[in-house]
């Protein structure tokens, strides 16, 4: 049961009349007579059970789209019931409106749209559906709660998808005059041509020379049918915030827009995170919605301040690319957030696989002159060269290494896989 404000407001002004009065008799007799008929009132309003809800509308959308959702309120039974709904989502849904008035006949149902637009990724639940219902006087009624299953799964936003038509159209440029004469890793076999001045002798085919009587060199194209796998860092690593969110995100942006390029160059994509444990896996796709999956793989992972155990790492590659494959690891250097482990681990990858660094900046403190503005800028500094002093023992280890801020970070990857597919180097 429930009181509405018209109860409270007769109330007041029983009190009101006592004091006018000066009649405490006066007063006791008002209170009685309100409490019966509120009581009368909350046992004649329709019991909130007799109603039927029913929830449709999009399971997904995006970090900042817009969803909608639409609530049938069905009444079966065979009296007027009139009341409030209300669907409770987490804040982080900016649900609107959260409230729904209705006046229902008998046997008849009503519907109500709501519009969502999450501000965080993740899979979200309504927690509870609430009806209340009004008794014929509306001073009082019932009210019912029940948990729901309705939820909608909050992809990542996938800002850097922006930048995938320029990239594209590089790799068609690619397609179309990326012929190299010398044999590269990541080359195949593509055509032999007539030998022209200042082409490398080496180019030379020399079994097809003497049986067609010209001279004719090999020519090579980048290698489709590549295996690009993304590895995540859900580690502290992770966890570290950046740009006023953990660097995680920074890493989906990666892992989104390497692996929306790497479909379109006609390689599949693995997709792993790992903390001390492995925490998500997307094993060798090559479809079109290869982003759609990447995000929904991705989505519900959180960061956790465990250290990232990177000595399993060859062990979960291994068990999902038995070839070479181009390993890009995101993750965040400096502050004591990435170990050793994974310069000693490196030597065991590069026997098999390339391997590129995706190193995500921390923010740079603001400018300041108080003594706490001085210590943390210091941090930083110490944390910069703590960063630069481990890309220089990654590097030497053979992997490359790529850095920048949340932003250029996703762009930056791409464009170094780009470059070395030109080269003939995956």
Not at 296 to 312: F, R, Y
Request: with cysteine.
């Amino acid at each position: 049961m429930f009181i509405r404000l018209p109860a409270v407001v007769c109330s007041a002004l029983g009190i009101v009349l006592a004091v006018v009065t000066r009649d405490a008799g006066v007063a006791l007799l008002v209170s009685i007579i309100l409490a019966l008929v509120v009581l009368a009132d909350a046992a004649l309003a329709p019991n909130p059970a007799l109603l039927v809800a029913d929830h449709d509308g999009e399971d997904s959308v995006r970090v900042g789209d817009e969803a909608h959702a639409t609530i049938t309120l069905s009444n079966p039974s065979g009296r007027r019931i009139s009341g409030v709904l209300r669907d409770a989502w987490p804040p982080s849904a900016n649900v609107s409106p959260t409230r729904h008035a209705f006046a229902l006949p008998a046997r008849s149902e009503t519907s109500f749209d709501a519009t969502l637009r999450p501000d965080r990724r993740g899979t979200i639940h309504s927690s509870a559906l609430t009806i209340r219902t009004f008794g014929p006087l509306g001073l009082a009624g019932r009210q019912k709660s029940a948990p729901t299953s309705w939820q909608i799964h909050v992809l990542p936003p996938f800002v850097s998808r922006r930048h995938i038509p320029s990239r594209v159209r590089q790799l068609r440029e690619l397609d179309g005059r990326a012929l190299l004469l010398t044999r590269g890793e990541g080359t195949e076999f593509d055509s032999l041509r007539e030998y022209v001045a200042g082409d490398d002798v080496r180019a030379i085919d020399w079994r097809s020379t003497a049986r067609l009587g010209e001279t004719l060199v090999r020519t090579w194209r980048p290698e489709r049918d590549r295996h690009v796998v993304v590895v995540l860092d859900a580690g502290r690593g992770g966890a570290l915030r950046v740009a006023d969110v953990p660097a995680f995100d920074a890493f989906i942006e990666v892992a989104l827009l390497q692996s929306a390029i790497a479909q379109r160059a006609g390689d599949r994509v693995s997709v792993i995170a790992v903390d001390n444990t492995l925490r998500a896996r997307l094993a060798a796709e090559r479809t079109k919605t290869i982003t759609h999956k990447v995000a929904q793989t991705l989505a519900d992972i959180e960061p956790t301040l465990n250290a990232t155990d990177w000595a399993s790492l060859p062990l979960y590659i291994s068990q999902i690319s038995k070839r070479p494959a181009f390993v890009v690891i995101a993750t965040t250097m400096g502050g004591g957030t990435l170990s050793s482990g994974l310069v000693d681990v490196l030597p065991t990858l590069k026997r098999t696989h390339s391997v590129l660094i995706a190193a995500v900046h921390p923010d740079e403190p603001a400018p300041a002159n108080d003594i706490d503005a001085i210590y943390e800028r210091a941090a930083h500094e110490r944390s910069e060269l703590e960063a630069t002093n481990l890309a220089r023992s990654l590097e030497s280890a053979g992997a490359k290494v790529v850095r920048g801020d949340a932003e250029r970070l996703p762009v930056a990857v791409v464009d170094t896989y780009m470059n070395l597919k030109a080269r003939g180097l995956l």
